[in-house]
């Protein structure tokens, strides 16, 4: 279920019709016809110092596809010590001209730092992260007081 939901907040407006099929949105035909093999690309700067504590964390990253265009952009984070290997996601919303984004709320915060990745995936359901590795090499940032 908090996958269908982080899926319909990513959506670009007018996307989520009866026919979820194709992402709601676009042709079938273009999409299904296995002519785009292409990920999407993320161009992304990560932090490279601690951030203010107690703090949402704003998240932003130029997202494009050159094939039927964006379906679905993520956000995964987890406290790097606080105890679980579980990640927990937000959907990036879509702010125009390829840019997205996505908050980590202040109350999420549960330790000295956050390890994160990005998730895209376009209408043909190729799928890029940023790092590369995405949950196996994330990025990560710590907090300061």
């Known amino acids: ?3 269908w939901l982080t899926l319909l907040l990513a959506c670009p407006s007018g996307v989520g019709g009866d ?3 194709d992402g709601g949105g676009g042709d079938q035909d273009d999409i299904d016809d296995g002519s785009d093999t292409v990920p999407p690309t ?9 951030l203010p504590s107690g703090e949402d964390v704003l998240v932003e990253a130029f997202i494009t596809d050159e094939g039927g265009g964006v379906f679905a952009a993520t956000l995964y984070y987890r406290n790097e010590t606080a105890g679980s290997s579980d990640w927990s996601s937000v959907g ?9 984004s996505a908050k980590i709320k202040a109350e999420q915060q549960q330790s000295g730092g956050m390890w994160y990745y990005l998730r895209a995936v376009d209408y043909a359901q190729n799928e890029a992260t940023d790092p590369e590795k995405g949950g196996d090499d994330p990025h990560h940032f710590g907090y300061s007081d």
């Open 1 to 3: 279920m908090v996958t």
């Open 19 to 21: 026919n979820l099929s």
């Open 42 to 50: 993320i161009v992304f700067e990560p932090f490279t110092d601690n």
């Open 92 to 100: 990036f919303v879509s702010m125009g001209d390829d840019l997205w």
